[in-house]
């Protein structure tokens, strides 16, 4: 069964720090999502993503972060300089027939 | 404003016992409601989804959950509980338009005794 992954599943870094976190979609799908979670709290959203463009952000979702498709299959999260509150877990989701799939996360830990 | 309520944080229940977790919802547009189950250090993985239809859903590991629009409810249950489905449980709603947000709850712990 096609599933959605990302790489890596748990990132270190610094504060102030650029990190791009990635995520692989299933193939057919169109729509694109970035959730995260927080360590003991709910699954957030920061934004949906389709055909090369943002359709909907969060407020959690400022200058600091930005997603891009740079290729055919992946789809990224950047987060320009982190923060120690950045320090959660990242899910990306894609969707089709309103249904969103979601990945296995990636743990980010911001130090 | 839009909003999902899980009410109970944290619930016990005993193997072989039936289960309820309750959802209440706020959503301007018609809702598609979902439950996920993530245990620790996982992922969500989808239990069951409502979009229309037979009020009355179907999903896998013997769930099902029902929508009851005049209560803005959507319960999970399952009738006989295994060790196995300790982990946490959320709701979620969202919109038949594609790039809409899902909205979770806060969740529910779900703890199995022996």
């Known amino acids: 069964e096609p599933e959605v992954t990302q790489t890596p599943s748990h990132q270190v870094t610094q504060m102030g720090q650029e990190v791009i976190l990635r995520c692989v979609p299933i193939s057919n799908h169109l729509y694109f999502y970035w959730y995260r979670q927080i360590l003991g709290q709910k699954v957030e959203f920061l934004v949906s993503f389709y055909n090369n463009e943002i359709s909907e952000k969060s407020e959690i979702f400022d200058d600091q972060f930005s997603v891009e498709r740079p290729d055919g299959s992946n789809f990224t999260l950047k987060i320009r300089s982190t923060k120690l509150e950045d320090s959660a877990m990242y899910f990306c989701a894609s969707r089709v027939e309103g249904e969103q799939y979601f990945g296995p996360g990636t743990r980010l830990t911001v130090t | ?114």
């Open chain 2, 1 to 114: 404003a839009q909003s999902v309520t899980q009410p109970d944080i944290h619930i016990t229940v005993s193997e072989g016992a039936s289960l309820e977790l309750r959802c209440n919802y706020s959503y301007g547009a018609t809702p598609y409601l979902f439950w996920y189950v993530q245990s620790p250090g996982q992922g969500l993985q989808l239990l069951l989804k409502y979009f229309s239809g037979d009020t009355l859903v179907q999903g896998i590991k013997g769930f099902e959950a029902e929508f009851k629009r005049s209560q803005s409810s959507f319960n999970l249950r399952k009738p006989s509980v295994h060790w196995s489905d300790a982990a946490e449980y959320f709701c979620a709603v969202g919109a038949k338009q594609a790039g809409t947000a899902l909205i979770f709850g806060k969740g529910t712990t779900l703890s199995v005794s022996s």
